[in-house]
C-alpha cells in the first residue's frame, strides 16, 4: 500500500492537506442563523460564486470521463456549452428573478407560493431522491479511481475505505460553515483540479515527440477511416446514445437538461442565490457557463493526447502504442487512469491524485449543503410550524448540520451501493451516473414550465406530472424494456431525448389540473406578469 508513491508525492499530498486545513479553519465561521447557514448572508462576490458553479457542474465524472470522450471521440462535447448558454439566459430571465422577489432558501419553495406546501415537498423529495443516486454514483467512481491509487487494487474494502476518507474530509470541511464554507471550498478545488488537468498535459506534450502543428495534423487525420478528432459540430438526424452531441440534442435537450441544473436543481441554484441581488447571480450564472468551456477543453484535450500516446505509434517510436481496452487487475479502466497508474511521472502522480479527490470533493460538499437546505427548509420546518412549535434560527442551523452529517451517511451508502451494483449487473455505472437526474429533471421541468407560463395546474397535477415524468424516463430505460415489452417493440434513446419526451408528458399531464382560482395564488405566470 502506497509504495507506488515516491517522497515528492508525499509532498504534494502534505502541501495539499496544509491547504485544506488552512482554507477550513479561516472559512469555517460559525453561522449565526439559518439565512446565513444555507445562503451565505447573500453577500458572496460574483466572482466566487461563478467559480463555484463552474466546480460544482465538474466532477470526477468530468475529471476521468473528459479524457475518455477525447480518446474516444472528438471535440463535439464542447459544443454542448451551446445548449448552456441558452438555458443560462432562460434561467437568468425566468427563474433567478422570481427567486429573489419570494426570498427563496430553495427554489421548491416558489412551487409553495402557487400550488401550495405539499408541491413545494414532492419537487424537494424528488429532487433528493435523484440527487442521492447522482451524487453517490459520482463519489463511488472518484472512489475507485483513488482506491486505485492509494491502495493499488478494487477491492471492495478498499473501494469502501476511499469512499469513507472522502465522505468525512467534505463533511468534515463543511458541516460547521455552511454554504459560505461550501463555496470558498469549491474555489480552492477547482483550482487544484484544474492545475492538474495543465500538468497532465505539460508532461504527454514533453512525452509526445512531435510539435503542436504536427499533433494537430494527426488528429485531424487520425487514421484512413476515421473522421478528424477535432470535428466540433454533427448535424446528422441520430436518437441513439451514439447521437447524444449532436446539434439536435444540443438544441432540445441538452437546453432542457441546463435550464433544470441551473435552475431547478438545488445543487447549483443555491450558490446562485448567495449572491446579493437577482442581477448578480444572473452574472454568476453566466460566467460560470464562459469559464466552463475553456475547463472542459482541457479534460478532452488530455484525451486528444492520449490518443497520439497510444494510438500513433508511428509519432511515439512504438513506445506507448496500446491495443485493445486498458485493463487494472482485470478490469476495465478509463484511458486516463491507465495512463496515470503506468506512465505518470512522481509527483505529478500525487498532484493528480489530489486533483481526483478535489473533483470528488467539490461535488460531494455541494451534494451535502443543497440536500440539507432542502430537508432542513422544505420539510422539517414547516413540520415544525404546522405544530406551532417555534424555534430559534440556531436551532435550524443545528438540524442542518445534523440534516448534512445524514446526508452524507446516504451518499456514503449509495456508493457502497454502486461498488456491488457494478460488479453483479450489467448496468453502466457511468452512464447511470451521468444521466440519472433526468429522472427527476423531467418532471420537475414540466411541473415550472406550467408554474410560469399557465394559469393551469393544481397540486394533484403537480403530483401527477412528477411522477408522470419520472415513470416515462424509467420505461425508456433499456433494462425496464427488456422486461415488459417484446424485442421486437425494444428501442434505444439517448437520454436527451429520453429528457425532452418525459419534459413533454409532464408538462402535459401538469396543464391537465384545474386552473387556480384561490386568492393566495401569489406566483403569477410569467405571460400575464
Request: charged share 10%; net charge neutral; aromatic share 14%.
Amino acid at each position: 500500500m502506497f509504495s507506488q508513491y515516491d517522497t515528492l508525492d508525499w509532498i504534494v499530498f502534505a502541501a495539499y492537506g496544509a491547504v485544506l486545513l488552512a482554507t477550513g479553519w479561516f472559512f469555517n465561521r460559525r453561522s449565526a442563523n439559518s439565512q446565513d447557514y444555507f445562503l451565505g448572508g447573500n453577500s458572496m462576490p460574483v466572482w466566487v460564486v461563478a467559480i463555484s458553479v463552474l466546480a460544482t457542474s465538474q466532477s470526477a465524472a468530468t475529471f476521468l470521463g473528459g479524457p475518455d470522450q477525447g480518446y474516444r471521440g472528438d471535440l463535439s462535447y464542447l459544443t454542448t456549452n451551446i445548449g448552456a448558454i441558452i438555458a443560462a439566459l432562460l434561467v437568468s430571465a425566468f427563474l433567478i428573478p422570481r427567486f429573489y422577489q419570494h426570498k427563496v432558501y430553495t427554489v421548491y419553495q416558489l412551487l409553495e407560493q402557487r400550488f401550495g406546501e405539499s408541491a413545494k415537498q414532492q419537487a424537494g423529495i424528488m429532487y433528493l431522491f435523484g440527487r442521492v443516486f447522482a451524487s453517490g454514483a459520482r463519489l463511488y467512481m472518484a472512489a475507485i479511481a483513488v482506491s486505485m491509487i492509494l491502495f493499488g487494487n478494487f477491492e471492495a474494502s478498499s473501494v469502501v475505505w476511499s469512499i469513507v476518507l472522502m465522505t468525512a474530509i467534505g463533511l468534515l470541511y463543511t458541516v460547521y460553515g455552511g454554504i459560505r464554507t461550501v463555496i470558498y471550498s469549491d474555489v480552492v478545488q477547482c483550482v487544484v483540479y484544474v492545475s492538474a488537468a495543465i500538468l497532465v498535459i505539460y508532461f504527454l506534450l514533453e512525452a509526445i515527440p512531435a510539435d503542436l502543428p504536427a499533433i494537430v495534423s494527426a488528429l485531424q487525420a487520425p487514421a484512413p477511416d476515421m473522421e478528424s478528432k477535432l470535428s466540433l459540430f454533427h448535424f446528422d438526424l441520430d436518437f441513439s446514445p451514439s447521437g447524444v452531441f449532436n446539434f439536435w440534442s444540443i438544441m432540445t435537450g441538452f437546453v432542457l437538461l441546463n435550464v433544470a441544473a441551473f435552475g431547478l436543481d438545488q445543487d447549483m441554484t443555491q450558490r446562485v442565490l448567495t449572491c446579493k441581488n437577482a442581477k448578480e447571480g444572473s452574472k454568476a450564472m453566466l460566467f460560470s457557463v464562459v469559464m466552463v468551456i475553456p475547463v472542459m477543453f482541457l479534460f478532452i484535450c488530455i484525451g486528444l493526447l492520449l490518443f497520439i500516446y497510444y494510438q500513433r505509434p508511428d509519432i511515439m517510436s512504438q513506445s506507448g502504442s496500446l491495443e485493445g481496452t486498458p485493463n487494472f487487475q482485470g478490469e476495465n479502466v478509463t484511458i486516463f487512469m491507465y495512463y496515470v497508474l503506468n506512465q505518470i511521472p512522481a509527483g505529478v502522480k500525487g498532484f493528480v491524485t489530489i486533483g481526483i479527490i478535489a473533483a470528488a470533493l467539490s461535488t460531494l460538499n455541494s451534494g451535502l449543503n443543497s440536500m440539507a437546505s432542502v430537508l432542513v427548509q422544505d420539510i422539517y420546518r414547516p413540520y415544525q410550524l404546522k405544530r406551532n412549535v417555534n424555534h430559534a434560527e440556531k436551532h435550524y442551523v443545528k438540524a442542518g448540520q445534523i440534516a448534512m452529517i445524514i446526508v452524507a451517511v446516504a451518499l456514503a451508502a449509495m456508493a457502497c451501493l454502486c461498488y456491488y451494483w457494478q460488479q453483479y449487473t450489467d448496468m453502466p455505472l457511468l452512464q447511470f451516473a451521468l444521466s440519472v437526474m433526468v429522472f427527476s429533471y423531467s418532471g420537475l421541468l414540466g411541473v415550472y414550465l406550467i408554474t410560469l407560463f399557465s394559469a393551469r395546474g393544481s397540486k394533484n397535477s403537480v403530483t401527477a406530472a412528477l411522477v408522470g415524468g419520472f415513470v416515462s424516463t424509467l420505461f425508456m430505460q433499456p433494462y425496464v424494456m427488456q422486461s415488459v415489452l417484446p424485442s421486437e417493440y425494444h428501442f434505444s434513446l439517448g437520454f436527451t431525448w429520453q429528457l425532452c419526451i418525459g419534459t413533454a408528458i409532464s408538462t402535459l399531464i401538469c396543464w391537465l389540473g384545474k386552473a387556480q382560482t384561490k386568492q393566495n395564488d401569489q406566483l403569477q405566470p410569467a405571460v400575464s406578469s
